[in-house]
């Protein structure tokens, strides 16, 4: 009979444990269905303003930031490639301007926890890895790519040896899983309710920030109390023997349900909660880059081969990003430091992190964009 009754309780708190996850990522779809919904036409007329390669990196950032999701954009990108509207050369800006941007979803999810001090240190720190991981790559290998094309040059190369593959086509159990609840809320704010112009898409934002903080509420005690101890086990044994694992796990999770915001996401909770450490975030994050840039190759290979070598771009640009900082500690140790320090400044006063993001993603771009205009 005991042992009916511990069965039974650890079948009740899988079941609690997963449900908490599928709402968490209901939520993190909503609110980019959302974004998506009165931000798609916006970044779209953005994309079309400009042939200056800087301009276009921010333009990149600030449509990404705004529709939450780098598939979008380089979607757009690939068929203004596709249509002649804009060429390879002044595409990849807006690729690498994307990256950035899609990293914006888990430094929002960390606001969650903003409330709670120390858990909000954690949690911001964790989400900043992605940031900083992806801004520093676009300092280092912008220049070089302006100046030599080299990962142009090579993606056009490796694209010519895949532009007659067969399309595979692959897709995501997350989607099918969470689609149904989209749906549902399409139904209910455009014909039930039925909100005038864009309201329908703020009322899902609202809804989908609600579920998002009732999620990680208990998210994080459920982790506290229930599978921390086995959870250190794994990180600890597992990912913290090799940071390969972890980046070869983020790649295939990210591979599997097409969202690195997800994957990055996920660890957010992980972080505050203390259950696992910068260190073993880091390999994750930079997997998860990985992750997304080869659905995004099977995908192309059902188009055209401009958009298998804008695939090929981006992958080539976050494969040279880790070879970049991962190997070397040194390096390693600059990303998790810079995450650490803007940690510290969020607990010494929360308006940073506020100011952090805004700035990052929205007003450095936009005022950039603005003054390209005015010269």
């Given at each position: 009979?005991n042992k009916?009754?511990?069965?039974g309780r650890r079948?009740?708190?899988l ?15 909503l ?9 798609e036409?916006f ?9 200056n ?9 600030l449509?990404?930031?705004?529709i ?14 596709s ?15 994307a990256?950035?941007g899609?990293s914006?979803?888990n430094?929002l ?8 001090k120390?858990?909000f ?5 964790s989400?900043?890895?992605h ?10 290998l912008?220049p ?19 532009a007659?593959s067969?399309a ?11 689609k ?5 809320f ?5 014909d ?11 009322a ?8 998002l ?12 109390s229930l ?26 999770f990210?591979?599997?349900i097409?969202?690195?915001s997800?994957?990055?996401s996920?660890?957010?909770?992980l972080?505050?909660?203390g259950?696992?450490?910068?260190e073993q975030?880091?390999?994750?994050v ?5 992750g997304t840039?080869?659905?995004?190759i099977?995908a192309?290979?059902?188009?055209t081969?401009?958009?298998?070598t ?7 640009f ?5 070879l970049i900082?991962?190997?070397?500690r040194?390096m ?12 510290e400044m ?8 506020f ?21």
């Open positions: 009979m009916l009754k511990s069965i079948l009740l708190r079941i609690t444990v997963l449900t908490l996850l599928y709402v968490f990522l209901v939520s993190i779809k609110m980019g269905h959302a974004f998506k919904g009165f931000g036409g970044a779209e007329s953005l994309i079309q303003t400009t042939s390669p800087f301009v276009a990196l921010f333009i990149g950032i449509a990404t930031s705004i939450q999701s780098s598939s979008t954009t380089t979607s757009i990108v690939v068929g203004m490639v249509a002649g509207t804009l060429t390879v050369s002044g595409a990849i800006p807006l690729v690498m301007g990256n950035i899609t914006v979803t430094t999810v960390s606001f969650a926890h903003v409330t709670r120390e858990e240190k954690r949690a911001f720190s989400s900043l890895i940031d900083i991981f992806n801004v520093s790559c676009v300092i280092i912008f070089i790519e302006m100046t030599t094309h080299i990962l142009e040059k090579t993606a056009s190369v490796l694209s010519m040896q895949f007659h067969a595979f086509k692959f897709t995501s159990p997350l989607k099918v899983a969470i149904p609840v989209i749906h549902m399409d139904i209910l704010f455009q039930l309710i039925h909100l005038p112009g864009k309201l329908n898409y703020v899902m934002l609202f809804c989908a920030l609600a579920l903080f009732i999620a990680l509420f208990f998210i994080v005690r459920v982790m506290k599978v921390i101890k086995r959870t250190e086990v794994i990180f600890d044994k597992v990912l913290g023997r090799s940071g390969v694992i972890g980046i070869l796990m983020g790649a295939l990210t591979a599997i097409q969202s690195s997800v994957t990055t996920l660890m957010v909770p972080a505050a909660s259950i696992v450490t910068l975030i880091l390999p994750i930079l997997g998860a880059n990985l840039t080869v659905t995004a099977l192309s290979l059902a188009g081969q401009v958009g298998v804008i695939a090929f771009v981006h992958l080539l976050n494969t040279v990003g880790i900082f991962y190997p070397s040194f390693r140790g600059m990303l998790l430091k810079e995450a650490r320090s803007l940690g969020s607990l010494r006063s929360r308006k940073y992190a100011m952090y993001v805004a700035g990052v993603f929205f007003i450095i771009p936009l005022i950039l964009i603005f003054l390209s205009k005015l010269f």
